[in-house]
């Protein structure tokens, strides 16, 4: 059974920044996708960015793009996002969320949509004070 769970979450002044850390277990190919999500209250829960543990050109919402970075460990079992430069609307819960059903250029060329990802952790919150 996949399992995936993030840390790293908490409270930040604006201008601040976290770093949030998921690992994964129980997936059973070597190659997938991942990537984190975040949802603020009365808000679609949207994509921040992905990557494929493979390697590839790592996505990134334009609304955090020379902000945050996406990488992984060498097991490719940790999932982190540095986030730098936070501002007050990155204030969400913050998903970790996985997949190996599609080729990454699916996951890539549709923006990384919530409905392709079928497994996700928990949630850490990340509120950004200004």
């Known amino acids: 059974q996949v399992q995936l769970v993030e840390s790293g979450g908490g409270s930040v002044e604006a201008g601040g920044s976290l770093r949030l850390s998921c690992a994964s277990y129980?997936?059973?190919?070597?190659?997938?996708?991942m990537a984190w999500f975040r949802q603020a209250p009365g808000k679609e829960r949207e994509a921040v960015a992905g990557l494929w543990t493979g390697g590839d050109i790592p996505y990134y919402a334009d609304s955090v793009k020379g902000r945050f970075t996406i990488s992984q460990d060498n097991t490719n079992t940790k999932l982190y996002l540095q986030m730098n430069s936070l501002k007050p609307e990155d204030t969400a819960m913050y998903y970790c969320a996985a997949d190996a059903r599609f080729a990454y250029t699916w996951y890539f060329q549709n923006n990384f949509r919530r409905r392709d990802f079928g497994d996700w952790g928990q949630g850490t919150q990340v509120t950004v004070s200004s």
């Open positions: 129980g997936y059973r190919v070597s190659t997938y996708c």
